[in-house]
């Protein structure tokens, strides 16, 4: 174990030996006790000596749980195989990480279904309706659960919230194990309740509405109702990790990261401006392409698979806007300058004068799997009242499967510094202090929240796109 002192060249450490006999999936779980304390802990290492009788098995490390002598919990997730004389790090995850996956796991089959769509990781979707498209019938559908003396067309005036995932129409699905796999194409009706709560009222799961189509409504079965928010929220995610993940960050990052290497000199002061924004980024994204997007890669296990994403991405940045990329012009034309609860947008609008960038997310409301996958392997329901919750645990993909997933949602951060001229480094400390106001807002107003938003504040901001 590594702690604080390894910034000064020194090392904490205790070292235990660790012995089972486990057929595969098999768990258990070992106690490693020191009679000091290693100071604060940043980073956990664990080894694997080559076995005599199996030189070639492989261990599988899950997480590593920390008790401090002041009895504070501190979890070092690994998800990660231990090889013959290999090694697995894990890194130190903040406290509120760890109280979302608790909620999210908790709460996934509730109301956080619409909260995700305004704080979640795909931010980028909703907006704002006074009109429905025709091929989402709902008006004679939805008009039974209105309030007495009131209409949908009343209550879409009002702010209601509308989602269409018509981008990934027509885009064929890969095969997995000879049988094909299932990304709807969805269309999704919130609203406002007076909680102030963006709750979810119908949802069609393909664009054409047919007797093989049903609108899935909260008065469905329950099963039913989770099937369609589990499709819906897949395709989501999707969108998120190909369109706005990979492809708005990593890729557009990566065309000025080598514009700007190729075009200043190192002592440029724009090169020193923008450096510090693109460092490692081209080394995570020949590791996107080389791990994550081969063969067996988590990109790759999508239901879309590669082909699917890059169809994705060749179809997103074609219909891409420069006003889509600024964050007020994005905001207002989608309608949703005044919804209420709206924390990505509050604090994304607060640094927008001092940075106009912002790169870190919502990731942990995708370690708990139900919530959010990029592969299911049953197809959507196509009738009412048959499902049960044996058909979702059949939807959601195997061990093997979630592992590759879900280990692309951990983070890191390389600050640096390039300037040493007095102006630029008054700047600099002068902009430092102004980011001091809305870390100090947000952390009042995330004091309120039963789930904090931490998110776009400028104390844990990256500097660069390294995930």
């Known amino acids: 174990m590594m702690s604080e002192e390894l910034q000064k060249s020194t090392h ?261 401006l923008l450096i510090p924004h693109f460092r490692y980024t081209l080394h995570v994204n020949i590791l996107v392409r080389n791990i994550l997007l081969s063969p067996g890669g988590a990109l790759s296990e999508s239901s879309l698979g590669v082909e699917g994403l890059m169809a994705l991405m060749r179809r997103d940045l074609s219909q891409m806007t420069y006003g889509s990329l600024c964050l007020p012009e994005n905001i207002a034309g989608r309608g949703l300058e005044s919804i209420p609860n709206f924390y990505f947008r509050d604090n994304a609008l607060k640094l927008w004068n001092y940075l106009n960038r912002q790169l870190n997310y919502a990731k942990d409301y995708n370690s708990w799997m139900p919530n959010g996958s990029i592969l299911l392997c049953k197809p959507p329901p196509t009738t009412k009242g048959q499902s049960s919750i044996q058909t979702v645990l059949e939807a959601l993909p195997n061990v093997e499967d979630t592992v590759k997933i879900v280990s692309t949602v951990f983070l890191n951060e390389f600050p640096e510094k390039n300037f040493d001229e007095p102006v630029p480094k008054e700047i600099i400390k002068g902009l430092e202090g102004d980011l001091s106001y809305p870390r100090e807002e947000i952390a009042a107003r995330n004091s309120q929240l039963e789930i904090p938003y931490p998110y776009l504040n400028p104390a844990v901001i990256k500097n660069s796109v390294i995930i």
Request: hydrophobic share 35%; proline share 6%; charged share 20%.
């Open 12 to 272: 904490s450490s205790v070292s235990s030996s660790l012995c089972g006999w486990h057929t595969d999936f098999q768990t258990d779980a070992y106690k490693v006790k020191t009679s000091s304390s290693l100071g604060k802990l940043l980073l956990v290492k664990v080894e694997k000596d080559s076995s005599f009788i199996f030189p070639e098995d492989e261990w599988y490390c899950s997480k590593i749980l920390a008790t401090t002598p002041e009895d504070d919990n501190i979890v070092f997730p690994c998800y990660g195989w231990i090889s013959k004389e290999g090694t697995c790090g894990a890194q130190r995850r903040k406290r509120t990480e760890l109280k979302c996956n608790k909620y999210v796991s908790e709460h996934w089959k509730e109301d956080f279904f619409g909260f995700q769509f305004l704080n979640g990781t795909n931010p980028n979707v909703i907006k704002h309706c006074s009109i429905l498209p025709p091929n989402f019938p709902v008006t004679e559908i939805l008009k039974h659960f209105l309030e007495t003396g009131t209409t949908l067309k009343k209550k879409m005036e009002e702010g209601n919230i509308f989602c269409d995932q018509r981008i990934i129409d027509g885009i064929p699905t890969r095969q997995k194990d000879g049988n094909p796999l299932f990304a709807t194409v969805g269309l999704c009706l919130f609203y406002m309740n007076p909680e102030g709560k963006l709750m979810p009222t119908a949802i069609q799961l393909y664009q054409q509405p047919s007797e093989q189509n049903p609108i899935f409504l909260p008065s469905d079965l329950e099963t039913d109702w989770l099937l369609a928010k589990l499709f819906f929220r897949s395709s989501d995610l999707i969108q998120h990790q190909t369109v706005y993940h990979l492809m708005h960050t990593h890729y557009l990052a990566e065309v000025f990261a080598v514009a700007t290497l190729y075009c200043f000199p190192t002592i440029h002061p724009l090169y020193k």
